[in-house]
């Protein structure tokens, strides 16, 4: 008689059944009759997994990928050896390297990187890049401002992925602009490259453990990290269960004219403040705005009250006018006319006077009064990061200096490359609200850098996204990303907005770092709890790690503020309660 056993491949899981036709059964669990032979069951060969070792040298066909390539190839692939302990652990796992090949053949191409843990969860983070980006975010690393006592995606088993944006940078690291001379270079960076960069990693990821589909998927990025997160969930909302936003440049090309604004600005003379008046500056707002949230700790949380009452002009600090007497520069003990010019300009928003096709009409201006804006003589090893991302120790001026503002070369670069495509361009002679004969260049470039402010697939499909910022951002306006938040609560109803969205500013913190409040959140945990338990964020904390290392404060939901309920522990969040 023949063998009635028919083998079924279900999930990955052999069953043997006794079954009269397939693996359907007719519930009779008789062997068939000599008369009755079973046909040939057909089954679909199931996926094995790649060994890490055969993933080297495997190509990624262009059918793979939704936008157009030349396909893909992993360049390299090895086992890394486990390493770390607690929260520092990094799991055994497979590092990937690939390359995703350009349409355009002297376009370069995306580089990516894929790190496949041996355990794996089921889930995945795309990590997001900053400035110009031009190199690969650490894929073993942490989100942005992730706190150092919970273990990293990668070590709580995620896959974790990242580019370079289609680029590769020069000296100038995240502030060379040279690549955007080649077009598809520049719609890379504007965005394609997130999608190309996910579906090489998910196609390695899917081959790397033979499975259909990466269960969760989450972005995770700060700053241009931020606009890669909200493009990302906005332009394919199908792919991503998830985004943490960190200080988003998410109208990127409004954030480039409202920076070189600034730029200009302090390059007028006589305009740009020396480290000692920075600091002057910040001690004037801190005695004027500290007190506001009902303590004095170093900290201002009412920034918007702050930003109302301050000004340099008639500023009283230990008895003495912030402004110059006369107004002209009289040392490093006030501010001259010029320098209070500048900073005004700072804090104001910077009109366009021609249209864009994003539809962007403005750039709001920045919380200057408050901020660290690179005051040099403060030991903490952050300072050096925060003065390099603030007003750097050059003043701009033509040529460029390396050791000007940030936004100052990051401007230089893309007026020349991206803009007018001159390297010999002087671009401080652009007027960001009246560019002449550049404003249809600017205009066709926002269709590429600013993100529409338009959620609804994502929210209909069940993302959930979190933005923070802090108050005293002079890189990224705290207050355009508040300005995006609104927009989303115009569009669709606070308590819809209500449903995905969590929308939180930290006082003290700057761009990424800050000596007064250095902000870690475990913003990963808020992510999986809301996206896979259906738990909302609620009483989420932030803490410090450099300003008062280990005090904590409430996240609050914005326009709500963190204020000290008039006794208990000032380092303790539990000591405040969150106000309109």
């Known amino acids: 008689m023949k063998d009635w056993k028919v083998v079924c491949q279900l999930g990955g899981t052999t069953l043997v059944a006794f079954a009269l036709s397939g693996c359907g059964g007719s519930g009779n669990d008789s062997p068939p009759s000599e008369a009755s032979p079973v046909p040939p069951v057909a089954t679909t060969p199931v996926a094995q997994p790649v060994s890490c070792a055969q993933l080297a040298g495997k190509a990624i066909p262009p059918s793979a990928f939704r936008l157009s390539t030349s396909g893909g190839v992993v360049t390299t692939a090895s086992v890394v050896a486990a390493s770390g302990t607690g929260a520092a652990a990094v799991p055994e796992h497979c590092l990937v390297n690939g390359a995703v090949m350009p349409v355009d053949k002297t376009a370069p191409e995306i580089r990516f990187r894929v790190a496949l843990p041996t355990n794996w969860n089921t889930k995945a983070v795309m990590f997001g890049g900053g400035g110009f980006d031009g190199s690969i975010p650490n894929v073993t690393a942490n989100v942005p401002n992730g706190p150092v006592d919970k273990p990293t995606p990668l070590g709580r088993g995620y896959a974790t992925f990242a580019s370079d944006s289609g680029h590769q940078a020069n000296a100038l690291g995240s502030q060379d602009g040279a690549f955007a001379l080649n077009e598809e270079a520049a719609r890379n960076f504007g965005g394609d490259a997130i999608k190309k960069t996910f579906d ?136 001259s006319d010029a320098q209070i010019t500048a900073l005004k300009t700072i804090n104001t928003d910077t009109r366009f006077n021609f249209s864009l096709a994003s539809g962007e009409t403005h750039y709001s201006g920045y919380n200057v009064w408050g901020a660290d804006l690179g005051i040099t003589s403060n030991p903490s090893p952050l300072q050096p990061t925060v003065t390099f ?69 994502f929210a209909a499909k069940g993302g959930k996204l979190l933005l923070a910022h802090g108050t005293v951002d002079v890189l990224v306006s705290t207050r355009a990303t508040e300005e995006y938040y609104q927009r989303l609560q115009s569009q669709m109803g606070p308590s819809e907005v209500d449903r995905f969205v969590r929308y939180y500013e930290v006082p003290g913190l700057g761009h990424a770092v800050s000596t007064s409040f250095n902000a870690a959140w475990d913003s990963l945990t808020a992510m999986e709890n809301w996206s896979e338990k ?43 309660t969150c106000a309109n």
Not at 300 to 309: E, V
Not at 437 to 452: F, Q, V, Y
């Open 389 to 457: 991302l603030a007003l750097g120790t050059s003043q701009p001026a033509t040529p460029m200096p390396r050791t000007a503002p940030y936004v100052s070369v990051l401007l230089d670069q893309w007026i020349k490359y991206s803009v007018t495509r001159d390297p010999n361009f002087d671009a401080l002679s652009l007027d960001p609200e009246n560019p002449g004969p550049w404003a249809g260049r600017i205009s066709e470039l926002s269709t590429l850098l600013d993100t529409r402010v338009d959620l609804a697939p």
């Open 534 to 576: 259906a738990i909302a964020p609620a009483s989420e904390v932030v803490a410090d790690t450099a300003g008062v290392p280990g005090r904590t404060r409430p996240l609050c939901d914005y326009p709500k503020w963190p204020r000290y309920n008039g006794s208990g522990n000032v380092n303790l969040a539990a000591s405040f």
């Open 200 to 335: 090489a990693a998910t196609y390695i990821t899917k081959m790397r453990y033979a499975v259909d589909k990466v269960q969760k998927a989450y972005f995770a990025g700060g700053s241009t990290g931020g606009r890669e997160a909200l493009a990302a969930i906005t332009r394919w909302p199908a792919d991503w269960d998830g985004a943490i936003a960190w200080y988003p440049a998410w109208n990127d090309a409004a954030a480039l004219l409202g920076g070189h604004r600034m730029s200009r600005a302090l390059a007028q003379p006589g305009a740009y403040p020396s480290p000692a008046k920075r600091q002057l500056l910040f001690n004037a707002a801190m005695a004027t705005c500290d007190g506001l949230d009902g303590v004095v700790d170093g900290l201002i949380s009412h920034q918007n009250r702050c930003n109302a009452l301050f000004d340099p002009s008639t500023a009283i600090y230990n008895g003495s006018p912030l402004r110059c007497a006369g107004g002209s520069d009289a040392g490093d003990t006030c501010l």
